[in-house]
Antibody
Framework: EIQLVESGGDLVHPGRSLRLSCSTS????????FHWVRQAPGKGLEWVSG????????IYADSVKGRFTVSRDNDKSSLYLQMNSLRPEDTALYYC??????????????WGQGTLVTVSS | NVMLTQPRAVSESPGKTVTISCTRS????????VQWFQQRPASSPTTVIY?????PSGVPDRFSGSIDTSSNSASLTISGLRADDEADYYC???????????FGGGTRLTVL
């Protein structure tokens, strides 16, 4: 059974940092690209970042570029999102999302349950 | 940036058919694949259509996707509506030129 389990969400002050993790199982992790997608409370879906199977191709939404860094550890079957200089508008449920393909095609086929990040003073 | 526009809400009766549109503001709708996601209340999204019209395993054939280049839009059609189809539906595509992923604003489907 495919499982994507996010962790690391927390309440933090503006300007602080946070690192999200996504632990996976049930498939061959390094066969697929991955993404982070977020959803602010009561709002729609917003794509954050994508990373190819080998970390050779990485892309970001303009809203997080320069502040967030996506990475993966294929030996640990895990995906990460380092979030710096956090802002109140980063408050959201962050989903780890598996791509159907090894390259970044944004053909999402499996979503985690999400981890909540709240940025507030 | 290119936008995907969806109706905010649609409603229909059980057993009927509903179609949700997703209009691309610029560029050719057929140049990049469109995906559709269902998000039930308090749940994670799930994929119901990928690559314009393909269904993941486990998604019933009541769900179908299509592309209309004349209106530059994609559509999700759900037939034989059931109460548990009530959810938010999002369209999405990957703009390979700009290297960004775009979601539509979402459509709330109410099954009356």
């Amino acid at each position: 059974e495919i499982q994507l389990v996010e962790s690391g969400g927390d309440l933090v002050h503006p300007g602080r940092s946070l690192r999200l993790s996504c632990s996976t199982s049930g498939f061959t992790f390094d066969d697929y690209a991955f993404h982070w997608v977020r959803q602010a409370p009561g709002k729609g879906l917003e794509w954050v970042s994508g990373i190819s199977w080998d970390s050779g191709f990485i892309i970001y939404a303009d809203s997080v570029k320069g502040r967030f860094t996506v990475s993966r550890d294929n030996d640990k079957s895990s995906l990460y999102l380092q979030m710096n200089s956090l802002r109140p508008e980063d408050t959201a449920l962050y989903y780890c999302v598996k791509d159907l393909r090894s390259r970044v095609a944004a053909t999402f086929d499996w979503w985690g349950q999400g981890t909540l990040v709240t940025v507030s003073s | 940036n290119v936008m995907l526009t969806q109706p905010r809400a649609v409603s229909e009766s059980p057993g009927k058919t509903v179609t949700i549109s997703c209009t691309r503001s610029s560029g050719n709708i057929g140049s990049d694949y469109v995906q559709w996601f269902q998000q039930r209340p308090a749940s994670s999204p799930t994929t119901v259509i990928y690559d314009d019209k393909r269904r993941p395993s486990g998604v019933p054939d009541r769900f179908s996707g299509s592309i209309d280049t004349s209106s530059n839009s994609a559509s999700l059609t759900i037939s034989g509506l059931r109460a548990d189809d009530e959810a938010d539906y999002y369209c999405q595509y990957y703009d390979r030129t700009s290297r960004i992923v775009i979601f539509g604003g979402g459509t709330r489907l109410t099954v009356l």
